[in-house]
């Protein structure tokens, strides 16, 4: 009796994980296909027929950068923007937000290097070297300011 009882739940978990298998699939190939149709985190863009230029942030947020003062507070050049189609914000975030001021900076006592992100007001940790580099963000940009516990943001910029 009980080797039938196990035989039966081995036979019900293989049933249940070839199901739960075959059921996730399309999920999987739904969300790869969306992600291959929009701009990666970190990836500067523009819409097609559009000169405004956005960031795609990590919390499923367009950042648009109003003007050229603000983008190269960021960044040193032009190189890493592409282009995509006119309704990529509506279709691949959860929202868009105009950066009216974003900058980098870095308390001279700590390696820590912060994004100043407008939305929030506040301070927003850049959680590793690996995330600096994905957003393409220029090290020569980061300016030295000490940098209080209270301007810091619980929300940090991550991937």
């Not at 992600?35 to 499923?60: E, I, T």
Request: aromatic share 14%; net charge neutral.
């Amino acid at each position: 009796m009980f080797k039938n009882r196990m035989l039966g739940r081995i036979g019900l978990a293989l049933t249940l994980g070839l199901t739960l298998s075959l059921g996730t699939a399309g999920v999987s190939n739904a969300a790869e296909s969306r992600a291959a149709s929009c701009p990666a985190h970190g990836k500067r863009f523009q819409m097609s027929g559009s000169n405004r230029v956005y960031l795609a942030g990590p919390d499923d947020v367009a950042y648009a950068i109003p003007n050229e003062t603000i983008y190269f507070q960021l960044w040193n050049t032009w190189d890493g923007l592409t282009v995509w189609p006119r309704d990529t914000v509506s279709s691949c975030f959860g929202g868009s937000h105009l950066w009216s001021d974003a900058f980098l900076i870095r308390d001279p006592t700590s390696p820590r290097v912060y994004l100043y992100d407008d939305r929030i007001g506040r301070f927003r940790w850049i959680t590793s070297e690996a995330v600096f580099d994905q957003y393409a963000f220029a090290r020569n940009k980061i300016r030295l300011f000490p940098v209080s516990p209270e301007e810091v943001s619980w929300d940090n910029w991550d991937n």
